[in-house]
């Protein structure tokens, strides 16, 4: 069996155990696995290409700190995701008090030592004026939801681009499953409303 193969039936907790007991490369094979991931949820509620950046090195950074306190309670994604919401919180709360503001742009492709990210929403094969009318209802949505208030952009970006279930979302968030069905809910009223001219 040759390493690529090795390591893709190597499963998360395989990888955490291995790390928990000093095996550097296994936090290595985590990078690599999940870095894009950390990547694409911290560009969406941040939507700045360098703070995005920032937030994935360093929820990684927390993560190698902190491996002994990881009991798996919860899967290694969702303690991922839940680090980097945090450290996305802390860097749009740091943003408000020096009074920046986000950048919006659905085209700014992530760079990443792998290539760019791959977007959610695409639109293959559209005649020209399909594409353009598709393409400026995206800048629209996601103009709309950077409005949005940050604990409303979370839970829509976790739900509908991380396609993680409600149990997730709320180890993820540290609140309950009933809460986290309840803001998706106002969430997407929010959105509906303010996107109202717009459909």
């Known amino acids: 069996m040759d390493g690529v193969t090795q390591s893709e039936t190597v499963s998360d907790r395989q990888l955490v155990a291995r790390l928990q007991a ?116 995206i800048h629209t949505l996601s103009e709309k939801l950077a409005e949005l208030p940050a604990k409303f952009r979370e839970v829509l970006v976790l739900r509908n681009v991380e396609n993680m279930c409600y149990d997730e979302i709320a180890t993820a968030l540290g609140c309950s499953v009933g809460t986290v069905k309840s803001r998706i809910a106002r969430a997407r009223e929010a959105l509906r409303e303010s996107m109202a001219g717009e459909l």
């Open 22 to 137: 000093g095996n550097e490369r296994a936090f290595d094979e985590l990078v690599a696995r999940h870095q894009q991931r950390a990547l694409n949820v911290a560009f969406q509620l941040l939507r700045d290409r360098e703070d995005a950046m920032e937030v994935a090195q360093d929820a990684f950074v927390r993560i190698y700190r902190s491996i002994g306190e990881f009991r798996g309670e919860c899967e290694f994604t969702t303690w991922l995701h839940q680090i980097v919401v945090n450290l996305a919180r802390n860097r749009y709360r740091w943003w408000r008090r020096r009074g920046r503001t986000a950048t919006v742009s659905i085209d700014d492709p992530v760079e990443t030592a792998n290539g760019a990210v791959e977007w959610q929403v695409e639109a293959k094969g559209n005649p020209p004026d399909a594409e353009a009318a598709n393409a400026e209802f």
